[in-house]
C-alpha cells in the first residue's frame, strides 16, 4: 500500500466508523452528543441519528470545589438562559463562599447577595485557614422530596433524571418550597409558581451542555450521562473522592462535590 | 405586584442574621396558614367536646352539644379559604381534588375534608335536628316553615321508631366522627410533621400535638361561646355544664402542655444539627410568642386560674369570670401555638446558620385584615346558624329558637 492509498482509505474509514457507530447507538455515541456538543450539537441529527429516548439517560453534576474561583458566569448565564429574575431573592444557581479561620469559626456568605450580614460575615484577615467557593443548584435527586409533597403533580421526575415543574399546572401552594432541603426552590411573581434549576433540560434534550457549564472558565461544573460508561461525569465520579449535600435525609442528590468540607451544608 | 414584593424582601434582606441560602428571604407560608390549623383545630376541638355528650355519655356537658356541633360546622366552612387565598394560583385549585398526586400530604385536603363535613358533620347534625326542624317546618309560617320542611328535606317521620333511629345515628356517627375529628387535624399536623428538611416542624410528635391543641382551643371556645350566648339570652348559665367543661379543659392543657414539654426535652437532649439554630431562633425570634405568649399567657396563668376557681368556693359569678378569662387565654395561647409552629419553623435557614425575619403585611391578600376577616367569618356563620337552629332540643324549653 503506497502513500496515497493509504490516505484514500482514511478518507472513507472515518465517515464509515461514524456511521456504523450511529447505527450501533452505541453509549460512547451517546455521550459524545452531549458532552461534545458544541452548537453543532443540535444540527447532529441526520436522518439516520437515534431519536431520543430518555430512558437510555441519566443525568447528573459534579462539581469540583477545589476549580471555582466564584466568578459568578454560571449564575449570571443561568439567569440570562432561563430568564430568571434579577433581584438577588430568586436563583436557579448561586455561589457560596466558605471561610474557615484557624480557631475553627466558619463565615458564608452567597456572593450573589450583598446583604448587611454577608458584609459583615467576611473580613479578610490573616488567620483565615482555608476558603473555597462552592456553586449550589436543584440536587436533582433520584428521592426528591419536593416531587413527594406537590398536591397536584406539578413538579416530577423526568425518565432521564431530571426533576422539573410544570407552571402551568403548579398552584402555588409553596409546599415544594418548604420541602426542599436546600433552598433550591422559589416563588416566581411574574407566574406565582414555583421555578427552580432544569439542568437546562430545553438545552439537554437538544444535546447541548446547560448553560452554566457551558460558561464554566474552570470546568469546576461536569454534566454528564450517568447511564454512559463514558461520560465524564461518571468518569469524574470514579477519578474524585465524592461527596452530596445532606446525605442523612436520603434524598439521593445526583449533583456530586468532589472536595467537599464537612462544614458546607 | 412584582416590584411592590421585591421591595418589601430588599427591606427583609437586611435584617438578616448570618448567612441563609439566598431564596429563603421571602417567608412562604404567612399569616393565613397560621389562621387554617388553628380554625382546623378549632373545629376538631368542638366536635370531640360534642362527642363527650353521645358517646361518652358526659351528660353534663349536653347544654353545650349542639352548640359545639354548629360551631364545628361554622369553622369548618371556613376552613378552606386561608388555604384558597394563599394560593399563588388560585383559580387552578381545583386540580388538587381532579388530579391528586396520591404521594402528597396536601392533596389529601379535599378528600378529608369532604369526608368530615359529608359523612360526619352535616349528617350528624341533620339527625340531631331532624325533629325539631320538622316541627319547626310545621309550627313557622310561609317562607320560614318552608326552609325548614327543605332543611329535613321533606322528611316527615316523628314517630318513636324514627326517633329512636335518630338517636342511634347521631351516636353512630359521633363514633366514625371521633378518627374523623382526629383524622382531619393529625392530617393538618402531618403535613407540617413529614418535612424532613425542616427540624422544627419534622417532628412524629406534631400530628399528636397538634391534636391536642386542638381539642384545648375546642373546648375553650365552646366555653367562651356558650358563656357569651347566654348571657346575650339572659339564661342562667348551668354551673355543673360550666364546671364539667372546664374540668376537661384543664386535663386537655396538662396533656398538652406535657406534649409539648416532651417535644422541647426531646430535641434538647437529643441535641441534633440543628439543636444550635434551633435555640437561636426560640430565644432570638421566638421569646415573645413562645415563652411568653404561648407558654406564660396561654398554658401556665390559665392553668392556675383554672386551678384556683377548682380549688376555692368562689361565688359562681367569680368562678365565670375566671373561666372566662381562662378560656380566652387559652385561645390566644393555641393560636400563639400555631404561629410558632408555622411562622417559627420558617424563620431559621436549612443551612443552619442563620436567622430570617417575618414582616406581617396588613393590607393585601395575605395581611391581617384578611385575617381578621376570615377569623371573624366563622362567628358571622354560627350568628346566623344558632339563629336558625335552636341550641336546645324543642320542648325542652319553650322559646329556645329564637
Known sequence: MNKRDFLKGLIFFFPAGGVLSALAGAPAAKETEVQDAGPKGADAKGPGAKPYNSRDHYYGMGIEIGKCIGCSRCVEACKAENDVLRDPFFFRTWIERYVIKKEGEVTVESINVKSRASKEAVQEDADVLRTFFVPKLCNHCAHPPCVQVCPVGATFSTEDGVVLIDSNRCIGCRYCIQACPYGARYLDPRTKTADKCSFCYHRVRKGLLPACVEVCPTQARIFGDLRSKASRLVRFARMNKIHVLKPALNTEPKVYYAQMDGEVR | ?402
Request: net charge neutral; hydrophobic share 55%; glycine share 6%.
Open chain 2, 1 to 402: 405586584m412584582s416590584p411592590h414584593l421585591t421591595e418589601g424582601l430588599y427591606e427583609l434582606l437586611d435584617q438578616i442574621t448570618g448567612f441563609i441560602y439566598p431564596n429563603e428571604v421571602e417567608i412562604h407560608w404567612s399569616l393565613l396558614i397560621v389562621v387554617y390549623p388553628y380554625i382546623t383545630g378549632l373545629v376538631a376541638g368542638a366536635f370531640i367536646l360534642a362527642s363527650l355528650v353521645k358517646v361518652f355519655n358526659v351528660k353534663e356537658v349536653q347544654p353545650t352539644y349542639r352548640l359545639a356541633l354548629l360551631t364545628a360546622l361554622a369553622f369548618l366552612l371556613v376552613a378552606p379559604f386561608p388555604l384558597l387565598l394563599h394560593l399563588g394560583r388560585p383559580e387552578r385549585f381545583y386540580e388538587i381534588l381532579l388530579t391528586p398526586n396520591v404521594t402528597s400530604a396536601m392533596a389529601m385536603f379535599g378528600f378529608v375534608y369532604a369526608w368530615y363535613l359529608m359523612a360526619v358533620l352535616l349528617l350528624e347534625i341533620w339527625f340531631e335536628y331532624r325533629r325539631d326542624l320538622i316541627v319547626l317546618g310545621a309550627q313557622e309560617g310561609s317562607w320560614r316553615g318552608w326552609v325548614y320542611r327543605a332543611l329535613s328535606l321533606f322528611s316527615t317521620d316523628v314517630s318513636d321508631t324514627a326517633l329512636a333511629f335518630d338517636r342511634k345515628a347521631v351516636r353512630a356517627i359521633t363514633i366514625i366522627g371521633i378518627p374523623s375529628a382526629f383524622l382531619l387535624h393529625g392530617y393538618v399536623g402531618f403535613i407540617f410533621g413529614s418535612v424532613k428538611a425542616n427540624p422544627w416542624w419534622g417532628s412524629v410528635l406534631m400530628p399528636i400535638v397538634f391534636l391536642m391543641s386542638a381539642i384545648v382551643s375546642g373546648i375553650a371556645l365552646v366555653t367562651f361561646l356558650y358563656m357569651v350566648l347566654t348571657s346575650l339570652r339572659r339564661e342562667a348559665i348551668d354551673m355543673r355544664c360550666l364546671d364539667t367543661i372546664t374540668s376537661y379543659l384543664f386535663y386537655a392543657v396538662i396533656v398538652d402542655f406535657s406534649l409539648e414539654a416532651l417535644d422541647f426535652i426531646h430535641r434538647l437532649y437529643q441535641s441534633e444539627e440543628s439543636v444550635k439554630i434551633l435555640g437561636r431562633l426560640i430565644t432570638h425570634r421566638l421569646f415573645m410568642s413562645l415563652f411568653v405568649l404561648q407558654i406564660l399567657i396561654g398554658m401556665l396563668i390559665p392553668l392556675g386560674i383554672l386551678v384556683l376557681a377548682k380549688a376555692r368556693n368562689f361565688s359562681d359569678d367569680m368562678k365565670k369570670l375566671l373561666y372566662f378569662t381562662a378560656a380566652i387565654l387559652i385561645q390566644l395561647g393555641i393560636f400563639s401555638t400555631r404561629w410558632n409552629v408555622v411562622i417559627g419553623g420558617q424563620l431559621f435557614s436549612k443551612s443552619f446558620r442563620g436567622l430570617m425575619t417575618y414582616k406581617m403585611e396588613v393590607t393585601g391578600i395575605e395581611g391581617l385584615l384578611v385575617a381578621l376577616a376570615v377569623l371573624a367569618l366563622p362567628f358571622i356563620i354560627l350568628a346566623v346558624l344558632v339563629r336558625v337552629l335552636p341550641t336546645k332540643r324543642l320542648g325542652d324549653e319553650v322559646g329556645g329558637a329564637a
